[in-house]
């Protein structure tokens, strides 16, 4: 049963191909309030404006920085310390997946990455319970 008080968590999907931002914002906007940026700049912007439950990092971005670098600033920042990022992308390598790890990554999903699969991960992290009232 669906409960009007249950929280909609925010995910934030960082990519700068439209057509990945489109899908993830298509399939996880049932369950998740969704926002997307595609590019340093906007996610600068969008990172100081919203709290985010959970972020969604490519690392290929086509700007100065990449989305290792991101996930490296992302983890400094008091608010967002303890923010679940997984890293979605094409370059499934040792070399990428160690330094997403290194940079804070809780997951890397290489792409395509299967919606079902995604959303159960998400939901297995997001789904803190909550104390119990005493």
Do not use: W
Not at 89 to 104: I, L, M, Y
Not at 106 to 132: H, Y
């Amino acid at each position: 049963m669906f409960n009007i008080m249950e929280k909609r968590y925010k995910v934030l999907v960082v990519d700068d191909e439209e057509l990945a931002q489109d899908f993830l914002k298509y399939f996880l906007s049932k369950h998740f309030e969704v926002h997307t940026c595609g590019s340093v700049n906007s996610f600068y912007s969008i990172i100081n404006s919203v709290d985010f439950d959970l972020v969604l990092m490519d690392i290929s971005l086509k700007d100065n920085k990449d989305g290792i670098d991101l996930t490296r600033e992302l983890k400094q920042m008091e608010k967002y310390k303890n923010t679940p990022v997984f890293v979605l992308t094409a370059f499934n390598t040792t070399k990428e997946r160690n330094s997403s790890f290194e940079a804070g990554a809780q997951e890397f999903l290489a792409k395509p990455v299967d919606g079902k699969s995604l959303l159960q991960l998400i939901n297995s992290v997001l789904a803190k319970p909550e104390p119990a009232l005493k």
